[in-house]
């Protein structure tokens, strides 16, 4: 399927798998910082779910519109090249996006200068998610109750992750949590799992996601523990504002906010544990 402008051709498609690192790029070029790796693991997610705008065959935009389920979807990588934007273009790949998700809940998070223009389309304000930044930093002794996610059976991992994310995403799972450089961490008691964490490598250190707890303490066991594996590198944080003790924990750790998004959803609304979600996954996959 095509869309046209009255002067040049703008052709909107499935991104190919070798042409996904071209969202990841253009997301770097914005300061949005993407691990080193997300794009592959994204991709699992629904390989049916990125897109890329071609003007005269020159990729000029791109956008992510993956389906979680049967009801929900989240959009991401909005992004339309410097020279190009303020024509049209962005809002065709957008549309053709949304149109991908008809029928089910579709959530983003989305720039501030943005919003405004998101309500117009339809989506309401959540909650705000802040990104904190700083160096990694050992508080304390590393918990004894602490193992590597790896070890534990996927299944148990995948549970626990949809209480908090309210939804299965297994293939995406697998691979974000085996993705070489990929360091991930659970707070299990034998036969829990209290919460788990883990921590991918992006151009300037280290970003979080997810980081999922029952409680502060948990929480706080689990990200001393990953800032220990990382000690003096640059971390990422992504906390949900109405999460006090996750505002709290970036606080403890000397992290500074540096931006935020806008969670929203279009019709309807998700009803996220946020007391338990301490670092979101990613901005662009939620």
Same mark, same amino acid.
């Given at each position: 399927?095509?869309?046209?402008?009255?002067?040049?051709?703008?052709? /909107?498609?499935?991104?190919?798998?070798?042409?996904?690192?071209?969202?990841?790029?253009?997301?770097?070029?914005?300061?949005?910082?993407?691990?080193?790796?997300? %794009?592959?693991?994204?991709?699992? $997610?629904?390989?049916?779910?990125?897109?890329?705008?071609?003007?005269?065959?020159?990729?000029?935009?791109?956008?992510?519109?993956?389906?979680?389920? @049967?009801?929900?979807?989240?959009?991401?990588?909005?992004?339309?090249?410097?020279?190009? *934007?303020?024509?049209?273009?962005?809002?065709?790949?957008?549309?053709?996006?949304?149109?991908?998700?008809?029928?089910?809940?579709?959530?983003?998070?989305?720039?501030?200068?943005?919003?405004?223009?998101?309500?117009?389309?339809?989506?309401?304000?959540?909650?705000?998610? /802040?990104?904190?930044?700083? !160096?990694?930093?050992?508080?304390?002794?590393? @918990?004894?109750?602490?193992?590597?996610?790896?070890?534990?059976?996927?299944?148990? %991992?995948?549970?626990?992750? $949809?209480?908090?994310?309210?939804?299965?995403?297994?293939?995406?799972?697998? !691979?974000?949590?085996?993705?070489?450089?990929?360091?991930?961490?659970?707070?299990?008691?034998?036969?829990?799992?209290?919460?788990?964490?883990?921590? *991918?490598?992006?151009?300037?250190?280290?970003?979080?996601?997810?980081?999922?707890?029952?409680?502060?303490?948990?929480?706080?066991?689990?990200?001393? @523990?990953?800032?220990?594996?990382?000690?003096?590198? &640059?971390?990422?944080?992504?906390?949900?504002?109405? &999460?006090?003790?996750?505002?709290?924990? $970036?606080?403890?750790?000397?992290?500074?906010?540096?931006?935020?998004?806008?969670?929203?959803?279009?019709?309807?609304?998700?009803?996220?544990?946020?007391?338990?979600?301490?670092?979101?996954?990613?901005?662009?996959?939620?």
């Amino acid at each position: 399927m095509t869309e046209s402008t009255s002067k040049d051709h703008f052709e /909107i498609r499935l991104a190919k798998e070798d042409e996904i690192q071209f969202l990841c790029d253009l997301a770097a070029g914005e300061g949005w910082n993407p691990g080193l790796r997300d %794009i592959e693991c994204f991709y699992q $997610a629904d390989k049916t779910g990125f897109f890329i705008g071609l003007l005269n065959d020159e990729p000029i935009a791109c956008i992510s519109a993956v389906k979680y389920g @049967a009801d929900y979807g989240f959009v991401g990588f909005y992004i339309v090249r410097e020279p190009w *934007r303020g024509k049209g273009f962005g809002l065709a790949i957008w549309d053709y996006a949304l149109n991908s998700l008809s029928g089910r809940i579709v959530g983003l998070d989305g720039v501030v200068d943005q919003q405004d223009n998101y309500i117009k389309s339809g989506f309401k304000l959540s909650h705000r998610n /802040i990104r904190f930044e700083g !160096t990694a930093r050992i508080q304390e002794k590393k @918990a004894p109750n602490l193992v590597d996610v790896k070890t534990l059976p996927f299944e148990q %991992i995948m549970a626990f992750d $949809a209480g908090c994310f309210f939804l299965e995403r297994e293939n995406f799972l697998k !691979t974000w949590l085996g993705e070489e450089g990929h360091l991930g961490l659970a707070a299990f008691d034998g036969h829990e799992i209290k919460g788990y964490g883990l921590i *991918r490598p992006y151009c300037d250190g280290y970003k979080t996601g997810p980081l999922f707890a029952d409680t502060p303490v948990d929480a706080n066991d689990i990200f001393n @523990a990953l800032c220990a594996e990382v000690e003096g590198s &640059n971390i990422i944080l992504d906390v949900p504002e109405n &999460n006090v003790n996750g505002l709290l924990l $970036a606080e403890r750790y000397g992290l500074v906010q540096s931006f935020e998004t806008a969670r929203m959803y279009k019709e309807g609304d998700v009803d996220l544990p946020l007391d338990r979600i301490y670092g979101i996954t990613s901005f662009e996959l939620g």
